[in-house]
């Protein structure tokens, strides 16, 4: 794939793509905030059960 064939491809595909509404955005939004949190939350609890580990251990 050369350079003119890829910058002819993504020209295409920035063409094709529209904005998304103000509800379409806002529930992105949320869904990477949950996402993020319970990430965290799964670290926390690892992190915490490992401590105790330790100290019993």
């Known amino acids: ?3 003119a064939s890829f910058t002819k491809s993504c020209l295409r595909m920035l063409k ?9 955005f806002w529930l ?3 869904i990477s ?5 319970a990430i965290g ?3 926390f609890i ?3 059960i490992a401590s105790l ?3 019993v251990g």
């Open 1 to 3: 794939m050369g350079l």
């Open 16 to 24: 094709l793509s529209v904005k998304p509404s103000r509800r379409e």
């Open 28 to 30: 992105s939004v949320k």
């Open 33 to 37: 905030v949950i996402s993020v949190g």
């Open 41 to 43: 939350i799964v670290g």
């Open 46 to 48: 690892v992190r915490l």
């Open 53 to 55: 580990l330790a100290v």
